[in-house]
């Protein structure tokens, strides 16, 4: 049997549920999630393996129309990324209506010849069968797709057969990574991705954008591993928010952390958080390079 392996990413609105999927399909919890829009900010390779078929899924930032510096070198992120990769899935929610952030998506698609462009009807869950039929029907409509396919990431009701049907149209190949492989992002940038997603789960919508969490330092000694994460926002303001009340909040996002981390690590940690600022540094392109961006 021929062996296929290749490169997919998922494209779509904020909030559709592309890292949820990704994490989904691999079985692990690889992207970070959250209902807060432009949660992902980087590019994170997730590797799914089965028998023959080798699927690599790219994360991307979600494509929007920037009003920062930062949010400009997001765009040129996936657009790099989509210049790349050899399918392109489009997420559609079967429970929300086709609006103009999707359109304005489809337009971009048309800049990336060289992938298959595939429909993915999302959040079946949450509407009936007829539903997701009509939706089917009307995503069908919006231009010619490879493939348009109906699943959900909570139920993971139609994963199986959406793996199935994308290898087929991958390129032929031999595996591109080990087979154990589930990605190649280091523990070092994904510490700092943990806590960037508890902050984003127990604060208000104004801190996301202005937020960055960046690794100090990780210290081995007998008996007991330190971690030294850094909170960066933009105002004082900010700071004293996740600060909280005698460091009420601060608690709370460490609380929220560090079970993930002494999972990652395998091995109970102390966990030190501390928060800086930055002015205007999504604005800054020192304090952007500075961050990776």
């Known amino acids: 049997m021929t ?10 609105r904020p909030n559709v549920g592309k890292s949820t999927l990704m994490n989904a399909l691999i079985g692990e919890k690889i992207a ?57 899935g489009m997420c559609l929610p079967a429970d929300e209506a086709i609006g103009k952030g999707d359109l304005f998506i489809l337009e971009q698609l048309a800049r990336y010849p060289r992938a298959k462009v595939v429909a993915i009807v999302t959040k079946t869950d949450r509407v009936s069968s007829t539903t997701v039929l009509n939706k089917l029907a009307e995503v069908g409509e919006l231009r010619e797709w490879t493939l348009v396919v109906p699943l959900s990431a909570v139920t993971a009701d139609g994963l199986d057969e959406f ?42 919508d104004e801190l996301p954008h202005s937020l960055a969490v960046t690794l100090m330092d990780i210290v081995r000694e007998s008996g007991r591993t330190k971690v030294f994460v850094t909170l960066i926002v933009e105002r004082d303001s900010q700071k004293g928010i996740i600060i909280g009340h005698r460091g009420s909040m601060l608690r709370l996002i460490g609380e929220r952390s560090r079970p993930q981390i002494e999972a990652l690590l395998g091995t109970k940690i102390y966990l030190d958080l501390h928060v800086t600022i930055a002015k205007d540094w999504q604005r800054d392109p020192k304090a952007l390079g500075k961050l990776g961006f």
């Not at 062996?3 to 779509?12: A, I, P, W, Y």
Request: glycine letters at 8%; charged letters at 25%.
């Open 32 to 88: 970070i999630t959250s209902s807060k829009p432009q949660t992902t900010r980087k590019t994170i390779r997730g590797i799914v393996t089965r028998g023959d078929g080798q699927l690599i899924i790219v994360d991307t930032p979600g494509l929007h129309r920037p009003r920062t510096l930062l949010g400009e070198r997001l765009n040129a992120l996936v657009e790099t990324t989509l210049g790349d990769v050899d399918v392109i």
């Open 163 to 204: 793996f199935d049907a994308i290898i087929p149209i991958m390129p032929e190949s031999p595996h591109l990574y080990p087979d154990d492989s589930v990605s190649d992002e280091s523990v070092e940038n994904r510490i700092p991705e943990i806590v960037r997603e508890a902050v984003l789960e127990e604060l208000s």
């Open 3 to 12: 062996s296929r392996s290749g490169f997919m990413s998922f494209v779509g």
